[in-house]
């Protein structure tokens, strides 16, 4: 590569970086002006100008309705973050629906729709055409509300690869090594800012951690355990901030730490796994709720064995009081490992978190951010089904907003680097 090019690139990045400043601040902490922008990033007043006339003009950033009070003389005109022409796109899939939402970048709901669907297990081409034709109605609404579908962002039950292609086991869809991506891109209409997929619990994971950092006594928060049952165990890690994907994308399937030496066969081929004695399905088996497994699903099912325990129905307390002992080895592990600050606990671990929560006393050290200790650092999930698809766009937010020129965002066009805002500080 010429040296001219290389210098060029080295520009762009900066100001790619700087832009991404200018950006996360507004997003995080909301309108300001210029001054304060400058302030807040470190950046010189002269490069926030620059930067913002380019936000201005690609419709990313723009004139708050309200002005500073002045200190002296005229208001200050405050910005805020626009992106209402951009829109992020997820789909979730669930064994027995599709849901589509979008926000604009700057999270504001766009759309959101979801449809019941009735596909053969296993039959991975049929339920991507269903997503397809899903989203594309979600793309059409958009395209005529004049805003533009920017990233499309699936998310699925199961483990993902890191490179985010193919679902490697999805148990609740019958799925093992899926090229999933593809059969949906294929089939849906293209995205400029591209298409990823995501497993559901770590997307889950990330949302929560973003919604509990609007809590003033959280807004520190930088260490986070989620850990939920659904059909069987999912997690995610929060650490430093940012989503933990290990090295293979697949860290953390919880049901599979092994909680009994030499303990029965697991489908994994190995001994003792969580799932071989607290997998849901085995729980409301054990609690005689069969028939409500049959009828009205597992979700059900597991609602029921949470009541039947709380009314003190015998073979329900018998069976949740066991399984706790067994899910509270595997956060343990789990606290061990990843220190986290807090543990969120979601599906049927949200409604026993405060018997989950009765840990040993030496784990105690181990969670806690400032006034939030002890029992209290242990918290129910607060978003409902769509956390995961919810996660999934505060990620791309996230994402598109700290490299706007990378992403696409805004034009590489020749002579950037020569604008005031690409200046080096
Ligand atoms: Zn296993």
Same mark, same amino acid.
């Given at each position: 590569m010429a040296a001219a090019d290389r210098t060029h690139l080295t520009s762009v990045d900066?100001? $790619?970086h700087n832009l991404g400043l200018v950006l996360a601040r507004l997003a995080h902490s909301g309108p300001a002006a210029r001054t304060a922008i400058a302030l807040d990033t470190g950046l010189a007043r002269s490069a926030v100008t620059g930067l913002v006339a380019a936000l201005l003009e690609a419709g990313l950033v723009r004139a708050a309705a309200e002005h500073a009070p002045p200190t002296v003389g005229r208001p200050l005109e405050l910005l805020e973050l626009d992106g209402s022409r951009i829109g992020m796109v997820a789909a979730q899939v669930e064994v027995d629906e599709i849901t589509v939402l979008a926000h604009d970048l700057a999270g504001r709901p766009l759309w959101q729709r979801t449809r019941r669907v009735h #596909? !053969?297990? *296993? $039959? %991975? !081409?049929?339920? %991507?055409? &269903? &997503?397809a034709d899903a989203v594309s109605s979600c793309t059409a609404a958009l395209t005529e509300q004049h805003i533009e579908p920017f990233s499309l962002d699936v998310v699925v039950p199961g483990l993902v690869s890191k490179d985010g292609s193919k679902v490697l086991y999805a148990l609740d869809l019958g799925w093992t090594d899926e090229p999933f991506l593809a059969q949906v891109i294929e089939r849906a209409p293209q995205f400029r800012g591209g298409a990823s997929m995501h497993g559901d619990a770590q997307l889950a994971a990330y949302a929560e951690y973003m919604t509990l950092r609007r809590d003033p006594g959280l807004a520190d928060l930088q260490h986070m355990l989620y850990v939920r049952s659904r059909t069987g165990y999912g997690a995610g890690v929060v650490t430093d901030g940012r989503l933990f994907r290990g090295g293979h994308g697949t860290a953390l399937p919880p049901g599979h730490l092994i909680v009994q030496r030499d303990g029965e066969l697991c489908d994994c081929g190995r001994r003792g796994c969580l799932v071989t004695l607290a997998d849901p399905e085995i729980l409301v088996a054990r609690a005689g709720l069969g028939a409500v497994r049959e009828s009205e699903g597992l979700h059900a099912a597991m609602d029921a064995l949470v009541a039947h325990a709380r009314a003190g129905e015998p073979a329900a307390v018998r069976t949740v009081t066991e399984a706790i002992q067994w899910i509270r080895l595997m956060l343990a592990n789990l606290i061990l490992s990843y220190e986290p600050e807090v543990v969120v606990l979601g599906g049927m671990l949200g409604d026993l978190v405060d018997d989950i929560a009765q840990m040993d006393d030496a784990l105690r050290g181990f969670v806690g951010l400032g006034d939030v200790q *002890?029992? $209290?650092?242990? &918290? !129910?999930?607060r978003l409902g089904d769509l956390a995961a698809a #919810? *996660? %999934?766009? &505060?990620?791309? /937010? /996230?994402?598109l907003l700290a490299a706007p020129v990378r992403t696409g965002l805004l034009p590489t066009g020749p002579g950037i680097q020569d604008l005031p805002g690409a200046t080096p500080l």
């Amino acid at each position: 590569m010429a040296a001219a090019d290389r210098t060029h690139l080295t520009s762009v990045d900066v100001r $790619d970086h700087n832009l991404g400043l200018v950006l996360a601040r507004l997003a995080h902490s909301g309108p300001a002006a210029r001054t304060a922008i400058a302030l807040d990033t470190g950046l010189a007043r002269s490069a926030v100008t620059g930067l913002v006339a380019a936000l201005l003009e690609a419709g990313l950033v723009r004139a708050a309705a309200e002005h500073a009070p002045p200190t002296v003389g005229r208001p200050l005109e405050l910005l805020e973050l626009d992106g209402s022409r951009i829109g992020m796109v997820a789909a979730q899939v669930e064994v027995d629906e599709i849901t589509v939402l979008a926000h604009d970048l700057a999270g504001r709901p766009l759309w959101q729709r979801t449809r019941r669907v009735h #596909t !053969p297990i *296993g $039959d %991975a !081409p049929s339920i %991507a055409a &269903l &997503l397809a034709d899903a989203v594309s109605s979600c793309t059409a609404a958009l395209t005529e509300q004049h805003i533009e579908p920017f990233s499309l962002d699936v998310v699925v039950p199961g483990l993902v690869s890191k490179d985010g292609s193919k679902v490697l086991y999805a148990l609740d869809l019958g799925w093992t090594d899926e090229p999933f991506l593809a059969q949906v891109i294929e089939r849906a209409p293209q995205f400029r800012g591209g298409a990823s997929m995501h497993g559901d619990a770590q997307l889950a994971a990330y949302a929560e951690y973003m919604t509990l950092r609007r809590d003033p006594g959280l807004a520190d928060l930088q260490h986070m355990l989620y850990v939920r049952s659904r059909t069987g165990y999912g997690a995610g890690v929060v650490t430093d901030g940012r989503l933990f994907r290990g090295g293979h994308g697949t860290a953390l399937p919880p049901g599979h730490l092994i909680v009994q030496r030499d303990g029965e066969l697991c489908d994994c081929g190995r001994r003792g796994c969580l799932v071989t004695l607290a997998d849901p399905e085995i729980l409301v088996a054990r609690a005689g709720l069969g028939a409500v497994r049959e009828s009205e699903g597992l979700h059900a099912a597991m609602d029921a064995l949470v009541a039947h325990a709380r009314a003190g129905e015998p073979a329900a307390v018998r069976t949740v009081t066991e399984a706790i002992q067994w899910i509270r080895l595997m956060l343990a592990n789990l606290i061990l490992s990843y220190e986290p600050e807090v543990v969120v606990l979601g599906g049927m671990l949200g409604d026993l978190v405060d018997d989950i929560a009765q840990m040993d006393d030496a784990l105690r050290g181990f969670v806690g951010l400032g006034d939030v200790q *002890g029992r $209290d650092a242990f &918290l !129910p999930a607060r978003l409902g089904d769509l956390a995961a698809a #919810t *996660g %999934a766009v &505060l990620l791309r /937010q /996230q994402e598109l907003l700290a490299a706007p020129v990378r992403t696409g965002l805004l034009p590489t066009g020749p002579g950037i680097q020569d604008l005031p805002g690409a200046t080096p500080l």
